[in-house]
Each structure stands twice: as structure tokens, then as C-alpha cells.
């Protein structure tokens, strides 16, 4: 079992930054793809950022075209932790943001795809 914990959420001003934390624990993420989706008030759950790595190398990224160049997502294998960077804040990014683990090295953009997921974290964007 893998717990996800996320953090870093809060109220931004449009063009601001914000950056978001997923810990895990329970066993490590070393061969687990991991997500960032987001939910709208009132919409379905949508992809965001997914990143996977091998032998400790990450060797692949993949945004949603609307945070592309924006969002950047990293991961820090000493803390067992992914981040989301988030900059050029714009109100239609409000929405609560979750991480996401799946039990396999090849991220995908379903909702259904992942295994675990975090309680989620508010982020807000004023105008």
C-alpha cells in the first residue's frame, strides 16, 4: 500500500506561483508512475502533469496542453516526494489538486489508470 499526502495549496493572486507537494509513504515510488490531476468546482477530475522514471532517472514528463510551459513536475527521491511547480497562476486553474500512484513505471492520463490517490489540496486563483 502506498499513502499519499498532499500539500502546498492556498489562495494566489492571478500570475503567481504556487508549488504543491505529494509524499508518499508506505513503500516507495521508485517504479510507480505518479500523477497530478485536478477537479474543477462543478467538472469531472482531468489530468494534469504525469511523471515516470527508471533506476532513479526520470525519463518522461507529460502536461496537459493548458499548463503546459506553466507547470513543471519533479520529483525529489531522497524525500519519497513528487512536486507540481505551478507558475503564471490564472483563475481557471482553481480547482482541488490530486496526486495519483500507479503500480506501474508508464504513466497515463485516466483517472481510472491510478491506484492511489491523495486527499487533495485547494488551490485558488483570484483575478
Known amino acids: 500500500q502506498v499513502q499519499l499526502v498532499e500539500s502546498g495549496g492556498g489562495l494566489v493572486q492571478a500570475g503567481g506561483s504556487l508549488r504543491l507537494s505529494c509524499a508518499a509513504s508506505g513503500r516507495s515510488f521508485s517504479n510507480y508512475a505518479v500523477g497530478w490531476f485536478r477537479q474543477p468546482p462543478g467538472k469531472e477530475r482531468e489530468f494534469v502533469a504525469a511523471v515516470a522514471w527508471s533506476g532513479g532517472i526520470t525519463f518522461y514528463t507529460d502536461y496537459t496542453d493548458s499548463v503546459r510551459g506553466r507547470f513543471t513536475i519533479s520529483r525529489d527521491n531522497a524525500k519519497n516526494t513528487v512536486y507540481l511547480q505551478m507558475n503564471s497562476l490564472k483563475p481557471e486553474d482553481t480547482a482541488v489538486y490530486y496526486c495519483?500512484?500507479?503500480?506501474?513505471?508508464?504513466?497515463?492520463?485516466?483517472?481510472?489508470?491510478?491506484?492511489?490517490w491523495g486527499q487533495g489540496t485547494q488551490v485558488t486563483v483570484s483575478s
Open positions: 495519483a500512484a500507479r503500480r506501474q513505471s508508464r504513466p497515463r492520463v485516466g483517472v481510472d489508470d491510478y491506484d492511489y
